[in-house]
């Protein structure tokens, strides 16, 4: 495989249940980010990583909980969501440095999540 | 407080037109600006970066221009495709901003008819 891949692609759960979405790139890159993109609004940053250590927490609740086990992975654990949190949920990577992720930025198909 | 504007947020063009869609930012403290394409339902394709020394980039029948001071660039797409219908975006990094904090527009959404 190729580029960032993202599992599920597809998820429906509900509001009581735990679930997990994972991201894996294979671009050799070592920052990893999450984004949210919701009906009519802008792709809005979650949270970044960079050399598995967590570089931005952009208000999120903390129903969402990020996990960063190596460069090549990056998962997002769900529980206790609301319906208002059913989006396109987005993983991407780009080469980053100490200190710095201004590269350019590669993006995952996304996991379409509907929270009942 | 960044903020990345697009318009029109709706493009509809017959097949062959060239089209230029505008992205306009509040703040010139810019690292970079990347434009991106979504297709329905999918991810982000990476289509042109620009950095913020440069005023612009090409790539086959795309041409991204960057205006810093005035915080504006330009898509340019020549000989439009039916191919070319999907949601394009543009996105700008800032200076001393979050690390990789991209923060977008909400698109213009392009039909090409054949």
């Known amino acids: 495989e190729t580029g960032v891949t993202q599992t599920p692609r597809h998820l429906v759960m509900g509001m009581t249940n735990k679930k997990s979405l994972k991201c894996e790139q294979h671009l050799g890159h070592n920052a990893m980010y999450w984004y949210k993109q919701s009906a009519k609004k802008p792709l809005e940053l979650m949270f970044v990583?960079?050399?598995?250590?967590?570089?931005e927490n952009n208000s999120v609740p903390s129903r969402f909980s990020p996990e960063c086990p190596n460069s090549s992975h990056l998962f997002l654990h769900l529980h206790t969501l609301q319906p208002e949190d059913s989006a396109l949920y987005l993983c991407?990577?780009?080469?980053?440095?100490?200190?710095?992720?201004?590269?350019?930025?590669?993006f995952g198909p996304g996991t379409r999540l509907t929270v009942l | 407080k960044q903020e990345v504007t697009q318009i029109p947020a709706a493009l509809s063009v017959p097949e062959g037109e060239n089209l230029v869609l505008n992205c306009s930012f509040t703040d010139s403290a810019i690292y970079n600006l990347q434009w991106f394409r979504q297709d329905p339902g999918k991810g982000l394709t990476s289509l042109l970066l620009i950095q913020s020394s440069q005023r612009e980039q090409t790539s086959g029948r795309l041409n991204a221009s960057l205006d810093k001071s005035s915080g504006r660039s330009t898509l340019y797409i020549a000989a439009s495709q039916p191919g070319d219908s999907a949601t394009y975006l543009c996105?700008?990094?800032?200076?001393?901003?979050?690390?990789?904090?991209?923060?977008f527009g909400k698109g213009t959404k392009l039909s090409v008819k054949p």
């Open positions: 991407a990577s780009s080469q980053g440095a100490s200190g710095v992720v201004y590269n350019e930025q590669f």
């Open positions: 990583y960079n050399f598995k250590e967590q570089t």
């Open positions: 996105a700008v990094s800032n200076y001393g901003g979050s690390q990789g904090n991209l923060i």
